[in-house]
């Protein structure tokens, strides 16, 4: 960031001197955070394959471990309709805490244990900060399968605009129903339930009813979220970050440094998810498209162009026109790797990004999307990574099956309308 800060006004450093750090202390964001860790343990939970949120039956299961259970009298609730539940996972995926893996022909969310040993040696504030940080620089809304709008850039932006134009001294839910449905928008139901388990809001409800699972009454900001959230809009930090930094890079000591003068338990922060490039050896892929599949051996150290003109000669298809990878990060969040014809803003294109720096790992799926006008879109999955026997120096279909569909099934009968 290149924007010039100001320091905490004499209040704000009062409330962080003062602000201690516990299980439940300012909010209940470590005791409910480390109860969704305990419950994910060693084996993973279950997700669902496409956007990866928990499975429906787990749903029940990890409400009842959190300090504020929703009674949830929907017949097929979804994650969404936990927003308690919706908000912890998406702390946990923008942590780098978990990964979406296949465990048999199912799809789990697993921690990596390097960075659950990392969490376990931080004091609380450590870890409280470290989550804030994740909140600020990573929480998206493709991580939840959504979409983001264009006025509302970053979550972290929706929960300071709450702050400074709609919550006030207090926000009456209950007596006035355009806020409940305003709020379900903006800042949405996730968010102000992440507000409320960093101790930003105090949230007062009402009985459940089957069409209300969250009855929202009153909605109050904490002393602890005004010091924070005017401290943040005082120096317009959402945005300078929006405009100077890459997105995902946590700690860069802007804010941090400021807050750390103040609350010196706070040292260290959550290392974040460094993405390891093999090199070496080769993948196993299963590329599909309608009914034909083919098995390719693809070597690591080759170029995304390579793959990408390896499946269409397996396909029979030609190559002339531009196409795209796309996957998910190690943070749950939709990236893509283009043609460098495609005019995208990207650190990598196709003809110099190498197979091997995809965060892949056995099971994974992501898409080769090609031709942008007809749109067909080849389905991969990774069967087998390096090292495999034997070890392919170059791409080889290994196997075929299937007829492919025709490329251009058309054409013939464009040119029979011409005569």
Sequence with gaps: ????????????????????????????????????????????????????????????DINRRLTHPLDVKLKRPLQKSFPYINGLYLLLRSS????????????KLMLYEDVLDDWN?????????????????????????????????????????FFQKYLGDRLDVKSNRDNMDRLRFSPGLHNLAVMELFGFIDIECTVADEN????????????????????????????????????GQA??????????????????????????ITEEGAY??????GEARCKIAVPANISLDELAYGI??????DSDHLYEFIYKNEYGIEESIAHPYVERDHEYCTDDCPVGYLPLYKGKTFIFHF???????????????????????ELTVIEKRGTPPEQYPDWEGEYEDDD
């Excluded at 010196?264 to 959550?270: G, I, M, R, T, Y």
């Excluded at 006008?373 to 120096?393: C, H, L, M, N, Q």
């Design 371 to 393: 031709d942008f006008g007809d749109d067909w879109r080849f389905k991969i999955r990774v069967e087998a990574v390096p090292p495999t026997e034997p070890d392919y120096s």
């Design 121 to 161: 040696k931080l004091n609380p504030a450590e870890r409280y900060f470290s989550l804030l940080q994740a909140f600020y620089y990573r929480a998206d809304a493709a991580m939840l399968g959504e979409r983001h709008g264009f006025l509302s850039p970053t979550y972290f932006y929706d929960c300071l605009l």
């Design 312 to 317: 269409l000669e397996a396909f029979d298809f």
């Design 212 to 247: 209300e699972t969250w009855p929202l009454s009153v909605i109050k900001p904490t002393a602890w979220g005004r010091a924070i959230f005017s401290y943040f809009a005082q120096n317009n930090l959402v945005m300078s970050f929006l405009e100077d930094d890459e997105p």
């Design 96 to 107: 780098g805490l978990s990964y979406a893996a296949i465990d048999g022909k199912k799809s």
């Design 1 to 60: 960031m290149t924007a010039k800060l100001t320091s905490c006004t004499p209040e704000q450093i009062e409330i962080l001197k003062k602000q201690r750090f516990s299980d439940t202390e300012p909010g209940t964001l470590l005791k409910d955070f480390n109860s969704l860790l305990e419950f994910i343990g060693k084996t993973g939970i279950a997700v669902s394959e496409k956007t990866q949120l928990f499975a429906l039956n787990t749903l029940a």
């Design 251 to 276: 700690g860069s000591g802007i804010w941090e440094t400021e807050f750390k003068k103040y609350i010196p338990a706070w040292e260290k922060s959550l290392l974040q998810v460094e993405r390891s």
């Design 284 to 289: 196993i892929f299963n590329v599909s498209l």
